[in-house]
């Protein structure tokens, strides 16, 4: 495939802007008249039912793997701009973000970006076909840089991440989507298969009807291994296939596919030379009257760039093996909401046991997660939930074996609202709290213990592969510590109108003695402060 269409800086930003404020008020122009002026037609949507909030999941992605749309969707449908039998649709999404990292003398660590993403979809169903294809612009502003210090430090924050991997280029248009999808399969009528390239993400295969189960599907399920990383401005796609039998009760998914470059780089287009097969059975429960869901799943990965790998052996090792990596993923969840005394009990337990090859080492690991919390049945909805999450670690990075346990290709800042660390190596002790004191106001906080599972392995953060010569994966050493701190972060979603929602988001972590001993310039306690403020308009 060929790379896609960029611009760059040379001496003057004016054409850039010029040609961002251009899409820009197209996208607001093609909102007004879906909204309001042009007659638009009421279509149901493509995409999955029960969105997450703005800053995880795009809403102009086509849909989430499952069966094409249903008449019966609990969700009233969306009023898109029709041109004849074809839908227009997409978003406009901008963020502003704020950074003040460790304190590292000599770069960088505080500072502010913004980006936009605009992206505009065409679409069509028919009786026995859909086909959907969704362009991408997403521009980037203001990137520090000198936010990229030397090893073990790295990049300090997102804005180093993206000008590592982006430098001077500003935007880019991305061809994000285009499919086809074939429709009751061989006569099967629940049966589907979907070829192209497409948007995926694990574990939304198909949504509970029951809202407490929906959203931890959403957000506490989905995308753990395999995501489209959507709070990314660029975000990823999979060149692929995937066959969708989905009746009331049971839910087969297959899919094969190679994943896009994209998420931190503004160049999307192109494959990775990475395979990627996933097979789950998803099955709707009632258990003693409580709505349940259970799903079993099997991953196999295999990374063919032949890179350095992020691991705790020492550097030597790690130039020296140019091996591919090959892991099989197999798991399971298991979610229910258990009425009780007016509110809803509800429970969570997420697995998944890992074996293969990683390079020229013998790949074993394992994680696991178990969660509960209890949703009153007051006005305001309040929400107590707590949980555990633990991930193996590597003790020993000179046996011949690694055990680290490898995160494939998630949507991290799901688990890490704050992203400056992942599911790998990690002991995570959380409570949360949420309410909506108003139909169109949601609130959220978060308070997590991190740890490092093994103190002999590393701090590792990233979301996987998203270009052909960086691994998409990073380490800092530990010192042989394992503290790496509290996290307390807030979130406010606020739907403006159907169409437009406002999100703010703070975060702030009180570091531990693993950034202590990266960031040893300051107290025994570093900090890093997150903050974002984002809008979303959809058409």
């Not at 009331?248 to 097969?277: H, I, M």
């Not at 992942?422 to 002991?427: G, T």
Request: proline share 6%; aromatic share 12%.
């Amino acid at each position: 495939m060929h790379s896609s269409a960029h611009y760059t800086r040379y001496g003057s930003n004016n054409s850039l802007i010029r040609t961002a404020l251009s899409a820009i008020s197209a996208a607001l122009v093609l909102s007004l008249l879906a909204t309001g002026a042009w007659s638009p037609a009421r279509a149901q949507s493509t995409a999955a039912p029960a969105q997450p909030a703005a800053s995880e999941q795009h809403p102009a992605q086509a849909a989430t793997q499952a069966a094409p749309a249903k008449k019966s969707s609990a969700l009233s449908p969306q009023r898109h701009l029709k041109i004849g039998p074809v839908v227009v649709s997409g978003s406009l999404r901008g963020r502003s973000e704020t950074w003040t990292y460790f304190p590292t003398p000599g770069y960088t660590d505080s500072y502010t970006f913004g980006a936009m993403t605009l992206r505009v979809a065409l679409s069509q169903q028919t009786k026995r076909l859909d086909w959907f294809v969704d362009a991408e612009v997403p521009v980037l502003m203001g990137l520090p840089h000198h936010a990229i210090a030397p090893a073990p430090k790295g990049q300090l924050g997102a804005g180093g991440t993206y000008f590592a991997a982006s430098g001077l280029q500003d935007a880019s248009v991305v061809p994000k989507q285009f499919y086809v999808r074939l429709k009751a399969i061989g006569g099967d009528g629940p049966s589907s298969l979907r070829l192209g390239r497409f948007e995926f993400a694990e574990g939304l295969e198909v949504m509970p009807k029951n809202a407490v189960l929906a959203t931890l599907k959403r957000e506490r399920i989905a995308q753990r291994l395999i995501g489209f990383f959507g709070f990314t401005h660029v975000m990823r796609s999979f060149d692929g296939v995937q066959y969708v039998r989905d009746t009331a009760k049971n839910n087969f998914t297959l899919f094969g596919a190679r994943p896009t470059e994209g998420v931190f780089q503004l160049r999307g287009t192109n494959e990775l030379d990475t395979d990627l097969s996933y097979g789950a059975w998803t099955r709707q429960l009632a258990v003693h009257s409580a709505p349940s869901e259970a799903r079993l799943f099997g991953i196999y990965y295999h990374d063919g760039r032949r890179l350095a790998k992020a691991d705790n052996r020492p550097v030597a090792l790690i130039n020296a093996d140019h091996e591919k990596i090959r892991i099989a993923t197999l798991g399971g969840h298991w979610i229910s909401a258990i009425p009780a005394h007016g509110g809803t009990v509800d429970l969570l337990a997420w697995g998944a046991a890992q074996f293969g090859s990683w390079g020229n080492l013998s790949h074993r690991a394992g994680a696991l997660a178990m969660e509960g919390g209890y949703q009153f049945g007051a006005k305001w909805k309040p929400w107590v939930r707590g949980g555990f999450f633990w991930s193996s670690g590597d003790g020993n990075p000179t046996d011949g074996n690694h055990n680290t346990f490898f995160q494939i290709l998630p949507t991290t800042r799901i688990y890490a609202r704050f992203p400056i660390f992942n599911l790998m190596n990690l002991e995570d002790v959380s409570g949360e709290f949420r309410l909506k004191p108003h139909p169109k106001l949601s609130l959220h906080t978060d308070v997590r213990y991190l740890r490092l599972s093994n103190s002999a392995d590393l701090w590792y953060g990233g979301g996987g592969g998203f270009q052909q010569n960086s691994f998409g994966f990073a380490g800092r050493p530990s010192g042989g510590n394992s503290g790496l701190g509290t996290l307390v972060d807030f979130s406010a979603d606020v739907s403006v109108t159907r169409w437009t929602t406002l999100t703010f988001y703070a975060g702030s972590l009180r570091g531990g003695s693993v950034p202590a001993y990266i960031y040893p310039a300051t107290s025994p306690h570093p900090g890093a402060q997150f903050f974002y403020l984002e809008f979303l308009q959809t058409f």
